[in-house]
């Protein structure tokens, strides 16, 4: 049982009252990109055994998007972030870098500032 | 025009507590930025009560107001009034980024009463919410799911407590907390 | 090898059970191998076993990080089944479901493949229509599927509620010689088919990394030694974008916990194999007794092989309505599995960008069904170089559009 943190109404949400939206920070390709990026855009998804940052919507609540960084081997959470951010903020890469050290995911790195 | 009727007409139900359909309610949808100094102004001014904090609920008179997001508060009033509500609103944020709708017929509500610590038994086994009494009680207000349909719930005193969701599920709900409040269905969680 | 038999039973029965020997070896690895083939499941032992079987290739070592037949070979729901809607997913699973049929006489080992029949049950206008397409594909592609009747579904499943308030049953789709197997003992039956053969299944070896000269592989590093190979399979269900990482390229999957559960043991009460889709569950009775239970996915990435509590009431629940004895079951004990989910809900079963890595990966929520067919393929694929059954699943169909959609077929709501 996942129990991520609202960052909008505050409330311990059980899964139960939570819908999973995916991959986190994507950049969308569309018309005028590259058939590489359009591939990678759809299918090159991240699906680490660790670290992960996604999106999630508290359907059943104040149905508000945000994000989860989790990791996905243990299912302990490191935080939730407002789903207005391209990138997860400091203090949740910090969070991380304190239980798992040397932590990477795409770009982002336990020691990038 | 045609008569408006709850969407159960006044069923009940006793056991653990007393289930009923609550009747009519007037409910309107404001959406903007509860922040803002103007909807809080218009908010006291429409209904007499003051814009609720997160996850709260404020009430005056026949009228209540019930955090549901950080951009949106749902009105409570008399069935009649709904229309009057959402004109008055309209008046009071001419200018400012808003919305206010009557969403009065797309919801039902109903009533539970009886020994508290049965009432919060009947929601804690349909919601995954904590129905504690340190963590919900008078003045709480809580968006959730009740088995497989969202729904809200508040407590507007000891031992009682109001649910609301859409009406289309109205059977749906009625089913589900008669069912959680069947007599010699307690599990006596919440007793001190 | 000594064969089992039932003279070999009544033999050890008159000295104590003393002479049965190991069912497969556990030899240390050896420096180097023709064919390495990470993961000791029912798919990566089949690919060994029809390796030698059908190519005469017995210089093979199967190298498992954990137990044999310990992911998701033992963590599935036992059916097999072959009637879905595409031309390729017809070919392998029913080339698969037909191994099934002399699987125990090939390996002189009991699978206990059961062709009880599978009922797929169309319980809303558009499944009826669903399945009718797909009986009529089946027709075509020479699987032996039909469209029943409601009463037709209660004569075969008496216990079934025809008149759910939800879900009325409007008719089944009906394949009668799929059925269950034992899922451990096919994974047992062919490690000691592969074993008989000279082939190495070293347990408890971790492969850490790929070996690679000039885009080519040439060994793998493990938690006991490097080991030199001229071609290596990957056949990780659970794990594999984790192994294709460490060779060097990505895969179009995501991986999440596929949820199962089963009851007490009862009397007999159901002979065959029912799945609801539309309310989402499915399930058969055990040997043993107890109604195995198929349940949902988990809606998020993750590699926790562990049951999800509120899955047992959601699963419950959608059965409760079309199984009414189902409310007086006590369920005994639920678990995940790690399944690795592709777009379209087709396996992938491929080449790779390494020359020499071949990946068998994707089977989603149905792979147990496919364990023979898929090693079958997946073996002609290592020792020739291409196999007709695995043709359309390459890597590559997701770059270049050309989806084998099943996600109807697949059954579980992904």
Known sequence: MLILHCPYCGVMADETELHGGGEAHLTRHGPGSSDEEFHDYLFAKENPRGVHFERWRHVNGCGKWFHAARDTATLEVFGTYSAQTTEPPQAIRDAITARRPGWTWRHLAGSAK | MSEAASALDGASFEGLVRVADAGLRGMVTLRGDLGADALHAAVKQVSGCDMPGQRKITAAGDSAVAWMAPDEALLLCPHGQADATCAALARALDGVHHLAVNVSDARATFALEGDDGALREVLAKLAPA????????????????????????????????????????????????????????GVGYFQA | MRRYSAFAIAREALRYHAGWEKAWASPEPRRKYDVVIVGAGGHGLATAFYLGRNF????????????????????????????????????????????????????????????????????????????????????????????????????????????????????????????????????????????????????????????????????????????????????????????????????????????????????????????????????????KGEMVIGGGADGYNNYTQRGSFHHIEETVRALVETFPMVSRLKMLRQWGGIVDMTGDRSPILSKTPVEGVFINCGWGTGGFKATPGSGWAMAELMAKGHSPLAEAYTLDRFREGRFIDESVAAGVAH
């Open chain 2, 130 to 185: 904590d129905l504690s009494a340190e963590a919900f009680g008078p003045g709480d207000f809580r968006r959730t799911r009740l088995a497989q349909v969202p729904g809200a719930f508040w407590m507007p005193r000891q031992g009682a407590a109001r649910v609301i969701c859409f009406r289309s599920v109205a059977q749906y709900m009625f089913d589900l907390l008669t069912t959680a409040a069947a007599k010699g269905s």
């Open chain 3, 56 to 287: 005469g290739i017995t210089n093979v070592a199967v190298i498992e990080k954990g137990w044999l037949g310990g992911g998701n070979t033992g963590r599935n729901t036992t059916i097999i089944r072959s009637n879905y809607l595409q031309d390729p997913s017809a070919a392998i699973y029913e080339k698969s479901r037909s191994l099934y049929e002399t699987m125990s006489q090939d390996l002189n080992y009991n699978v206990m493949y059961s062709p009880r029949g599978v009922m797929m049950l169309a319980q809303t206008q558009a499944e009826v229509r669903g399945y009718l397409r797909t009986a009529q594909a089946n027709t075509l592609q020479g699987v032996t599927t039909r469209f029943i009747d409601p009463p037709e579904v209660k004569k075969l499943v008496p216990i079934i509620n025809l008149d759910g308030p939800r879900y009325p049953v409007l008719g089944a789709l009906w394949q009668d010689r799929a059925g269950t197997a034992r899922h451990d003992a096919v994974a047992w039956g062919y490690a000691r088919a592969c074993s008989d053969m000279g082939m190495d299944i070293i347990q408890q070896c971790e492969v850490t990394a790929v070996r690679r000269e000039g885009g080519r592989v040439v060994g793998v590093d493990t938690s006991r030694g490097a080991i030199d190979c001229d071609k290596l399979g990957i056949v990780v269900a659970g794990n594999s974008g984790v192994m294709a990482e460490r060779a060097g390229f990505r895969l179009p999957i995501d991986s999440v916990a596929l949820q199962a559960l089963v009851s007490e043991p009862i009397k007999p009460c159901m002979d065959v194999v029912v799945m609801a889709n539309t309310v989402h569950g499915y399930m058969s009775q055990s040997d």
